[in-house]
């Protein structure tokens, strides 16, 4: 019998080496995160590992299972360990090595195996390790099958009927980087920057992207677990900095940022300029709805108010669904309504056939903005960038607070301003005109500034984000206001960044 996890021990102890140790916290809304020898050991991830196997047969489905590790110097053993506790419970398991997130997605179907666990911290800081999971293409776990798999590996209540497997997938990352090409040439003459702040994605995106035809300057594209740079994070105003100087530099007409485990992309353009996510996903959607009559697109409630204004989506017929932040959400929801795509403001983008299979991939991200470039050959970036209503958006701001307190803040802060709409009280200097409660609660004015409060699925942190379509100092009106109600929680702490 496997014992019962612990929430914490003692390193360095017998316990510790002798007992498994998980956080409960670790268990997010759509996939797993701990702090490493922290909130998480190695027999933990085994009996992680166990909960997955246990999991997929109470949901009925094959045991069989894809898996991958990101470059850290302590994912492949905690892969390891997971592939132990998968084998016990009966899993047979195809090993596809280091890997970018989508690489294990795409597994899926180039083996045709019904579930994927891919061990990756994704954007983390090191000392943070996790897992992304889902056993029905092209879709992950979301709150519910998270919820059984904390319940079967905190109570240990594991099927350990054995009969497991192991199977190393040699030479995967080929196969994954050939699909990515086939049948794509970018036909005008680009320069790009391809950053990738030592992670992951630096094994694999330089040579696709220049199958592709374009002129790749390579910025921390060698592997190393320190990240001596800067984290590999499209949202780290380090990282886009460093391709701002190698775009400008370099005369390159875009520059790339990947992540950590590859499945999302920041973008730089040719004169320096950052494009936030979702303003870079209502450019491609402006593109994509002039080839694709009557499109749907799906985006998160961080994104930008333009998706519901912009006139060429409005000319070409396309429609727009606002829906719950995260991957899990915005993937289920884009294969649920057939959407063309779907754009998170963190820079998840989700692409259906044609252009994609459903899931998130960064390099599929950076290839349809190479082919909106190669559609618009007398176009810029800013240039693609600049026929948008201009509006001032703040960037993603993450105030920290600890993961057992962030939903009762959250609770708090929605009740609020659900009072403050009942009392005709004043946000930021106007009346509220709409409260979008379906993640945290998004505040928007009169005037269509708006302010969006919840908490993050990653990190023991909220998010806030604001924006205006009238002026800087609406927008800075409206995050003081939000800012204020807050701060009225004395478990919110300061912020990652300021505007």
């Keep these: 019998m496997f014992p019962k996890p612990h929430p914490q021990l003692t390193p360095n102890t017998y316990a510790y080496e002798s007992q498994p140790m998980v956080k409960p916290t670790g268990f997010r809304e759509y996939d797993a995160r701990w702090l490493f020898g922290k909130e998480l050991n190695l027999m933990?991830?085994?009996?992680?590992?166990?909960?997955?196997?246990?999991?997929?047969?109470?949901?009925?489905?094959?045991?069989?299972?894809?898996?991958?590790?990101?470059?850290?110097?302590?994912?492949?053993?905690?892969?390891?360990?997971?592939?132990?506790?998968?084998?016990?419970?009966?899993?047979?398991?195809?090993?596809?090595?280091?890997?970018?997130?989508?690489?294990?997605?795409y597994a899926q179907f180039a083996l045709d195996v019904p579930a994927v666990a891919m061990v990756t911290a994704s954007h983390n800081e090191n000392g943070w390790t996790g897992v992304k999971m889902g056993a029905d293409r092209p879709r992950t776990f979301g709150p519910d099958e998270m919820g059984r798999l904390k319940e079967i590996t905190l109570a240990a209540a594991f099927d350990l009927s054995g009969g497991g497997g192991y199977e190393f997938v040699d030479?995967?990352?080929?196969?994954?980087?050939?699909?990515?090409?086939?049948?794509?040439?970018?036909?005008?003459?680009?320069?790009?920057?391809?950053?990738?702040?030592?992670?992951?994605?630096?094994?694999?995106?330089?040579?696709?992207?220049?199958?592709?035809?374009?002129?790749?300057?390579?910025l921390d594209?060698?592997?190393?677990?320190?990240?001596?740079?800067?984290?590999?994070?499209?949202?780290?105003?380090?990282?886009?900095?460093?391709?701002?100087?190698?775009?400008?530099?370099?005369?390159?007409?875009?520059?790339?940022?990947?992540?950590?485990?590859?499945?999302?992309?920041?973008?730089?353009?040719?004169?320096?300029?950052?494009?936030f996510a979702d303003i870079v996903g209502l450019m491609i959607a402006r593109d994509l709805s002039k080839i694709t009559k009557d499109a749907q697109f799906v985006v998160d409630v961080k994104s930008t108010g333009l998706f519901m204004t912009d006139p060429v989506l409005k000319q070409n017929g396309a429609k727009t669904d606002y829906y719950k932040t995260g991957h899990s959400y915005i993937k289920r929801r884009v294969n649920d309504l057939n959407a063309v795509a779907g754009f998170e403001k963190s820079g998840h983008f989700f692409f259906n056939e044609p252009i994609g299979r459903g899931y998130d991939d960064g390099l599929v991200s950076a290839i349809a903005i190479l082919e909106m470039l190669d559609r618009n050959p007398d176009?810029?970036?800013?240039?693609?960038?600049?026929?948008?209503?201009?509006?001032?958006?703040?960037?993603?701001?993450?105030?920290?607070?600890?993961?057992?307190?962030?939903?009762?803040?959250?609770?708090?802060?929605?009740?609020?301003?659900?009072?403050?709409?009942?009392?005709?009280e004043m946000v930021a200097g106007q009346k509220i005109k709409e409260l979008i409660t379906v993640n945290g609660v998004r505040v928007v004015a009169e005037d269509g500034t708006w302010g969006l409060v919840r908490a993050s699925s990653n990190k023991p942190e909220l998010v806030v984000v604001v924006e205006s379509p009238t002026s800087e100092a609406a927008m800075r009106e409206m995050f003081k206001a939000v800012d204020g109600v807050l701060r009225e929680n004395s478990e919110v702490g300061d912020y990652n960044q300021s505007i």
Aim: charged letters at 25%; a negative charge.
């Design 221 to 275: 594209t060698e592997l190393d677990h320190t990240f001596p740079r800067y984290n590999p994070n499209p949202e780290d105003m380090k990282m886009l900095h460093a391709i701002r100087d190698a775009v400008l530099e370099n005369g390159a007409d875009v520059g790339f940022g990947f992540d950590g485990d590859g499945d999302r992309c920041g973008v730089i353009d040719e004169k320096g300029g950052e494009i």
């Design 171 to 218: 030479d995967f990352p080929r196969r994954y980087m050939n699909d990515l090409v086939e049948g794509r040439h970018v036909n005008r003459k680009l320069k790009i920057v391809c950053a990738c702040g030592n992670g992951t994605a630096g094994a694999f995106a330089p040579h696709v992207l220049e199958r592709l035809g374009v002129d790749v300057i390579p």
């Design 44 to 105: 933990g991830v085994q009996a992680l590992g166990m909960g997955i196997g246990t999991l997929l047969g109470e949901m009925g489905k094959p045991r069989e299972v894809v898996t991958g590790h990101d470059f850290r110097s302590y994912s492949s053993s905690i892969k390891t360990a997971l592939i132990q506790g998968m084998m016990a419970s009966g899993c047979k398991v195809y090993d596809i090595g280091l890997a970018v997130t989508p690489m294990a997605y």
């Design 379 to 424: 176009r810029s970036m800013s240039d693609l960038r600049g026929d948008l209503q201009k509006t001032w958006q703040t960037p993603t701001m993450s105030p920290h607070c600890d993961d057992e307190l962030k939903y009762g803040v959250i609770d708090r802060v929605v009740k609020r301003f659900e009072d403050m709409e009942k009392q005709g």
